[in-house]
Every structure is written in C-alpha cells, then in structure tokens.
C-alpha cells in the first residue's frame, strides 16, 4: 500500500507533500486576523484561525491518461523542473481513488500552475 502524501489533523487536510519526493507544498497557516479571544481561568486566549496555504514551491501538473481523460496532481517546483514519465507515474499512483485503472500516457499534457 502506498503512503498517502496527504496529512489530516483535527479531521481537516492539515499538509500536503509532494507525491514525488515528499517535500512540503501546502500547509495549515494561521490567518492574519484572530478569530476570537476570551478568558480562561484568568488567562486571554486567541483563538486563530487556521487555513490551507499553497506554498511558494506548489505547482500543479496536468496529465493526460490512458483513456483520454486529464488528471490533475499537485508537485513541488524541484520535481517540476526535471519532469518525467516515471515521475508523473509515481505522483499518479499515491492518489488511487482519483486515478483508479488509468495511468499517465507518453503524450502527457503538462500544465504548471503557480497558485497565489
């Protein structure tokens, strides 16, 4: 079985690595804004507010199955650069309830995506 290179905490996707080479590419980050605050047994507690941030190093690579259809996968920008078929099938492969039967094909459609 492979390892899942999605991370969940508190029942919420809490990081994502690359399916690749395991490198961070999103992460939980508090909001610039607090949420709340109150006392607690005499003490102030902020409570933030949490949300799932692409990272400077997150791309996106569109790839062209099997049976025609396109899935989309995330990468890190070092594994985007040097992109291979072997590595495109590694990515494929971690996300098995997505991708299913089908595989990446030769005449990969590559798409790189820089999410803000």
């Not at 492979?2 to 909001?31: E, F, H, L, N």
């Not at 006392?39 to 933030?48: F, H, P």
């Not at 049976?67 to 971690?94: M, R």
Request: hydrophobic residues 40%; glycine residues 4%.
């Amino acid at each position: 079985m492979t390892k899942s290179y999605i991370t969940y905490k508190y029942g919420v996707i809490w990081q994502v690595d690359c399916p690749i080479c395991s490198t961070m590419i999103r992460s939980m980050i508090a909001d610039d804004k607090p949420l709340a605050s109150e006392k607690i047994n005499g003490k102030t507690v902020i409570r933030e507010r949490m949300v799932l941030s692409c990272l400077p190093n997150y791309r996106e690579v569109r790839m062209a199955m099997n049976d025609g259809s396109f899935h989309v996968a995330p990468i890190c920008a070092s594994c985007a650069v040097d992109l291979t078929l072997e590595k495109v099938n590694t990515a494929a492969v971690k996300d098995p309830k997505a991708v299913g039967d089908r595989r990446p094909t030769l005449a990969m459609d590559v798409d790189f995506t820089i999410k803000e």
